[in-house]
């Protein structure tokens, strides 16, 4: 039997590797991504008018990629199936559903990482 130390610190009940900072790490980079994206699409609407239309189409086409990566980083990140990252894809082709997909990823994303002791602003986490 072990012996009990008296000058021994107290064990803690309390998990140290609860959570896998790698994977929130990739996760709050997938967020920004994803945020940037979200606001370069706004850009790309709004900029239609004074820029023309061919080049902010190249800036939606631009958006596009950085949300596919974001969403594909962030859902990584938080542990998402391979089924559930090809639906979050499909679905970023899709106007109004693609909006609400960033959105509502940005948002678990941001309750997983304050969780795990991010700062989370407005574009973005950092540690």
Not at 20 to 46: C, E, R
Not at 96 to 107: A, E, G, H, Q, R
């Amino acid at each position: 039997m072990g012996t009990n130390n008296p000058y021994d610190a107290p064990k803690s009940d309390v998990d140290n590797d609860q959570f896998d900072y790698a994977d929130l790490d990739q996760a709050a980079s997938g967020q920004k991504l994803i945020i940037y994206s979200i606001l370069l699409n706004f850009v790309a609407i709004a900029g239609q008018h004074a820029f023309g239309v061919l080049l902010m189409s190249l800036v939606s086409i631009a958006a596009l990629v950085m949300a596919i990566i974001g969403i594909l980083r962030l859902s990584s990140g938080l542990g998402y199936s391979t089924g559930s990252k090809v639906l979050l894809i499909i679905g970023c082709f899709i106007p109004l559903i693609n909006l609400i997909i960033m959105l509502v990823l940005s948002m678990k994303a941001t309750s997983r990482l304050r969780e795990a002791g991010y700062k989370v602003g407005l574009l973005g986490a950092s540690r």
